[in-house]
């Protein structure tokens, strides 16, 4: 097994790095499982140590549980018996001492558990992850006529050499809070955002091993939220060999992926069926992909029939990939320009050049992971789409996303429609967009609906 901790590694390239600091070489961000929150944090009073250990609430706390939601915040927390230390499986129990479910702790986190399971009679063993993981699996396998997991194939005869990548476990939606596991061809990514999920590591290896049989699972455990969680920083092989080129395909187009330096997981998965919506609406038209990463949408667009795409990034390496891609794919490299940018700078040179677009796509990084951000994540926003809205011309669609956890859907449509009376033109929602079906939400955690986009037609 090799592992290298983070201080370790030279710092590689970000993802979705915050607008508020610039320097996004240096930041690292990861999107669901870290959704966390602006709760005060109020160490938990210890309780009765001989006892069994266990998380008691404060009178009227146990509410949210009751509904399903998997986190228990340390402000309802009223003692924790027993001398637990983090990670370790607890009852969480009503003021009255009634069972509300089984959580992991963690004595770091303003998340001071999160729920593995509701029911009193379950055992949190390696047999219950099994069974989840499995079960996560097999949702994938019917949800996705193309799948090809460990040998176990979609029922609707898809092409599966056509889509060879999706995430296999979306943490908390998926009922395992804190995992994330993402599929390129034969080589499974794992990022563990929780104490919980950190203390069945190597269990959950072991499974992920012997249900998907990939020749690699790498970990990728370098969020910014597990220094929220009081985790330390991890990449590494947990098992296998990492091959040297690793490519996903996704509908029928090859994209390079760097499990080990790129951002994220290696790549943004939650896209796919947004960027494919962009081939069908890409004829003829000239395109501007910011925050264009390893040239997702631009491909798409090529392929669509794009008269030009301009991408721009402000990672170089994420470039680099991005242009190797496009000649993997054999696209027309006459219809392409890059530009290494910080887009905020770079939409402003190109408004001041009177230069326009027929497709515009903004698909930015997180501006606000938790609540506390909102309103400069706002400005942010608003910013780029009033931007975006003076630079297409007449007709032209505004493909515009967020992905942060503190800015809800509602809000960010709102923020659109500023920018759009701010930059003086008449626009109509023609799609509501979010991640795909292998990210779902689960319906008691709307946390995990962290990424919408709207397609907009700015009056001809
Ligand atoms: N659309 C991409 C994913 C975008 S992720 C896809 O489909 O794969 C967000 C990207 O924004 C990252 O590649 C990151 O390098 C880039 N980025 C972050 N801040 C930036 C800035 N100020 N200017 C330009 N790019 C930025």
């Known amino acids: 097994m090799t592992e290298k901790t983070k201080s370790k590694r030279a710092p590689s390239t970000p993802h979705r790095a915050s607008q508020g600091n610039r320097d996004f070489r240096k930041r690292r961000e990861s999107r669901p499982s870290d959704v966390s ?62 069972f509300l479910a089984w959580a992991a702790y ?52 898809g092409n599966a050499t056509q889509n060879t990548g999706m995430r296999l476990i979306h943490a908390e939606s998926d009922n395992l809070p804190g995992l994330i596991v993402d599929q390129y061809g034969e080589v499974l990514v794992m ?21 998907c049989n ?28 990492l091959p040297e080129n690793i490519e996903v395909i996704e509908h029928g187009l090859r994209f390079k992926v760097d499990v080990a330096e790129g951002q994220k997981t290696g790549f943004y998965l939650d896209q ?3 960027r494919a919506l962009t081939e069908t ?24 029939g794009a008269k030009s795409v301009l991408s721009m990034d402000a990672s170089a390496d994420a470039l680099h990939i991005a242009a190797q891609n496009l000649t993997r794919n054999g696209l027309d490299e006459s219809r392409a320009g890059w530009q290494e940018a910080d887009v905020f700078v770079a939409l402003r040179k190109l408004r001041d050049q009177g230069r326009s677009f027929d497709l515009i796509i903004l698909d930015p990084p997180k501006f606000a ?50 920018a759009a009376l701010d930059a003086g033109v008449d626009a109509q929602i023609i799609h ?29």
């Open 37 to 98: 929150t602006s709760q005060p944090r109020s160490a938990p009073l210890t309780g009765n140590t001989a006892a069994q250990p266990a998380i008691l609430l404060n009178a009227g706390r146990e509410k949210s549980l009751l509904r399903r939601h998997p986190w228990v915040f340390s402000g309802a927390v009223e003692r924790i018996d027993g001398a637990p230390a983090s990670g370790d499986t607890l009852p969480v129990r009503d003021s009255d001492g009634k």
């Open 106 to 157: 963690n004595s770091a986190s303003q998340i001071t558990a999160r729920v593995w399971s509701w029911r009193e009679d379950e055992t949190i063993d390696a047999d219950f992850f099994r069974r989840k993981i499995a079960s996560a699996i097999a949702a994938r396998i019917h949800l996705f006529p193309s799948a090809s997991v460990g040998g176990a194939r979609g029922e609707g005869g």
């Open 191 to 211: 990022q563990i955002g929780s104490a919980g999920a950190e203390r069945w590591r190597d269990a959950i290896a072991d499974i992920l091993q012997e249900l």
């Open 214 to 241: 990939p020749s690699c699972i790498y970990e990728r455990s370098d969020s910014d939220s597990r220094t929220l969680e009081g985790l330390e920083l991890r990449c590494g092989v947990l098992r296998g060999t």
């Open 272 to 274: 796919r069926d947004n």
């Open 281 to 304: 609406l890409s004829s003829g038209r000239d395109v501007l992909n910011c925050f264009c990463y390893t040239g997702g949408f631009s491909l798409y667009a090529l392929r669509g």
């Open 369 to 418: 992971p938790t609540a506390a951000f909102t309103e400069k994540a706002a400005r942010g926003y608003k910013d780029i789409n009033l931007l975006g809205f003076k630079l297409l011309r007449p007709g032209g669609l505004l493909f515009t996303y967020s992905c942060s956890g503190g800015i809800s859907e509602e809000l960010f449509q709102k923020i659109v429609a500023g």
């Open 432 to 460: 509501y967009l979010h991640a795909g079906a292998d990210h779902p939400v689960l319906l008691s955690f709307p946390e995990g609906a962290y990424l919408k986009g709207l397609v907009l037609r700015v009056a001809g």
